[in-house]
């Protein structure tokens, strides 16, 4: 029997439906979406729930002429299969990214894998088509969480002072990928448990109608029923920007109703919508902060238990352990406690545990404010989205020379995130920082003495990165010493150093040279800042060779600052940097990103073989 679904090539397709046929369409948007996830991994519980506010979108705007832009494109996977994409390689190499991609579709506005930016993209349209002489709509998707970054709301403010026509869909399902915390999340608590502006309003304007002289006064009531019903109706509409809701956000009819009531309107509107994340997939309604971002799963059995321990679960035991014994501890987090280990931490010290909301730059300020105030705090993030406080390390955290641990997760190569989830910037950028030390650790024993270390020996600040999931093999590298290398194997024809991540291939890159008559001298350089020049160059000197290999971008990189630094000691030695090209890694998984770049052992093994009988 043929699907619904199949016969959509396009948003334009949806407009002759009835809204029986668009209830249909939605369930099968769901199966399609519940079967790329579990095949592929993505995000699912936020994608299910945006299902029937995709479709009443569509309907209501001329797509593409009109910008449909999504904040966080992990909720835009139907918008995917309503134009024209399938899911079915969803995140591997070539395939369909997991977020929105303007290279990817021309429905696709904007680069969406950091949330809280579709409102600054989408008041910089509208007046892009003010100078240009265009006219055509622009509605942002934005959800409650989001809300929670300062950027959002610098936007609102803004639309709400140039007064121009913009359609802010709120998707609120009360999270974002953990629950969500915070003045903005109270208040749209307030308005979804409320009876609602507009049922109330057309109830007295119905009244007021019979009465002759009195309907003329009814904006003057409207505005004050407004903000006595609903508190999110009076924040808004004190930035400027008209409130309109909360609407079912299941129900497609009323949706698509007040969309176009919405966009007829010449002025900024928002309109307030409440879904309930995971829809129609039961382990996810009952779950959905597990089942946010998830790998492949058994779509029957859901999302089991992870067996293998992951770095970031080691970070969450060693920080629980360190606060039992330091009381001056406290956690920090952007919205991050589930994919960051730190679930026990935040629900055995909740005294001493923050969750800031996606709000990158507060998180470190705020830490820097904890430190300067005598705690001790661990700021855990992405590394991704530590990009977003570069100026709040440097000003908040380096200049001060303050006392606080940047926790970062996910360093080095991500899978099937993309572009905008790749943690291969913060060497660069926190390297170039007075006063930051950065350490790498190559397994898990290493992460847990550097954050003893961190925290009970360091002062100042001081980031310990770490890569996404488990360890490959593990090192006794024996105490932990700031700014000290490590030879963890010895050799005579060629030195190989790596920290973090690369370690473990650097080792097995030495072990496969080795059956080739290629003895290999291993470094894991454990502190990327300080760097230990004297022990590589001691052993470069020694083999003559040496080989440098890590996970992030070239420039800025590590490699670059040591090879500056060996060469002013010994000319004489040849070397190699094997580093990521000057360009952004592409979605894909893991194994895919490896061979791509030339990082599995195999590959490894051939680049440097071919150079020591190129370079004699």
Known sequence: MEKILDRINSPNDLKSLTYSQLVVLAGELRDEIIAAVSENGGHLA??????????????????????????????????????????????????????CAPWESEYDFTVSGHSSASLSAAIGEVMANEINGKKHKVCAVIGDGALTGGMAMEA??????????????????????????????????????????????????????????????????????????????????????????????????EMENIFKRALSMDEPVLVHVVTQKGRGYSYAEKAPEKYH???????????????????????????????????????????????????????????????????????????????????????????????????NVIHDLAIADLHAVLAIDRAGLVPGDGSTHQGVFDVAFLSAIPNVAVLAPSCFDELRKMLIYAVKEHDGPIAVRYPRGGESRSFDNGKFVLGKAKVIKSGADLTVAAYGSMTARAVGCAEALEKIGISAEVIDLRTVKPIDTATVSKSATKTGRLVFMEEVVRCGGIGEQLITNLRLRNRDIKVKLITLPDAFVPHATLPELEDYYGFTVEKLTQTVSEWIKDNG
Not at 54 to 62: H, K, P, Y
Not at 78 to 84: E, P, S, V
Not at 380 to 385: E, H, P, W
Request: hydrophobic share 40%; proline share 3%; with cysteine.
């Open 156 to 253: 609102i403010n803004h639309i709400g002072h140039l007064d121009k026509p913009v359609l802010i869909i709120l998707n609120d399902n009360e999270m974002s990928i953990t629950k969500n915390v915070g003045g903005i999340s109270r208040t749209l608590s307030k308005a979804r448990s409320g009876l609602g502006y507009r049922r109330v309003k057309y109830r007295v304007e119905n009244v007021l109608k019979n009465f002759p002289g009195a309907y003329s006064a009814t904006r003057f009531v409207k505005e004050h029923i407004k903000y006595a019903v609903t508190t999110a109706g009076a924040l808004f509409e004190s930035m400027g920007v008209t409130y309109l809701g909360p609407v079912n956000g299941h129900d497609i009819g």
């Open 46 to 99: 936020s994608n299910l729930g945006a299902v029937e506010l995709t479709i009443a979108a569509c309907r209501a705007l001329d797509l593409p002429k009109d910008k449909l832009i999504w904040d966080v494109g992990h909720q835009s996977y139907a918008y995917k299969l309503l134009t024209g994409r399938k899911l079915d390689n969803l995140r591997k190499m070539d395939g369909i990214c997991g977020f």
């Open 293 to 391: 971002g998830v790998g492949s799963f058994d779509v029957r059995a859901g999302v089991t238990e992870k067996d293998a321990k992951d770095y970031s679960a080691v970070f969450g035991e060693t920080v629980c352990a360190l606060a039992a014994e330091e009381p001056r501890l406290a956690v920090i987090t952007p919205s991050m406690t589930l994919g960051s280990g730190l679930t026990e931490f935040s629900r055995k010290y909740k005294d001493r545990f923050f969750d800031v909301g996606i709000a990158e730059g507060h998180a470190v300020t705020f830490g820097g404010g904890l430190a300067a105030g005598g705690a001790l705090p661990v700021i855990s993030v992405y590394s991704s989205f530590l990009q977003r406080a570069y100026d």
